[in-house]
């Protein structure tokens, strides 16, 4: 561990230096509630979240903040009682693709589109003058009905979920 250094992005996201072996571990962290999630990766960035559904939060008072003009048409067509976790869901899986490009809030959270529900397939929808769609995956994570939780990969990746 004394070995280890660290280094910053210009907006802060912390990242190990090149290991000795010449590979680079890239790594994401996340919490929530009663809740951490960590996501770690050889040569590739990697950006995860996990939100506690809230039943505090004026979650319909975020929105305009929150999603693009048609997720929030999307959102607001649901069903009254399923909008609280597609808000949790949309919301989780827009900040993993934002600590994954390594950009966090600067990036406006209008400016791209994920899938919403839940039981839906992950899906990520970014504008063409933008990152190449092709270069990030979006992965759900499935930890219980009280969390949202999202992973965003640079390319295709295999994800395996521990519970300690």
């Not at 505090?56 to 997720?71: D, I, K, M």
């Not at 994570?141 to 390319?155: D, F, L, P, Q, S």
Request: aromatic fraction near 10%.
């Amino acid at each position: 561990p004394a070995e280890l250094r660290f280094t910053y992005s210009a907006l802060g996201k912390p990242a190990l230096e090149t290991l000795a072996e010449g590979r680079r571990l890239c790594f994401n962290l996340a919490h929530s509630g009663e809740l951490a999630l960590f996501a770690l990766t050889w040569e590739r960035a990697i950006g995860v979240d996990v939100e506690q559904v809230r039943d505090t939060l004026p979650f319909l008072a975020l929105l305009e903040s929150v999603f693009a003009p048609r997720e929030r048409a999307l959102l607001l067509a649901l069903p009254e009682e399923e909008r609280r976790r597609a808000f949790f869901t949309g919301w989780a899986r827009k900040e993993a693709y934002l600590k994954a490009r390594g950009d966090g809030l600067s990036y406006p959270l209008d400016a791209f589109e994920v899938s919403l529900l839940p039981d839906e397939p992950p899906e990520l929808r970014l504008p063409a003058s933008e990152d190449a769609p092709a270069r990030w995956r979006l992965h759900a994570i499935n930890i219980g009905a009280e969390y949202a939780a999202a992973a965003v990969t640079e390319g295709p990746a295999t994800l395996r979920l521990f519970d300690m």
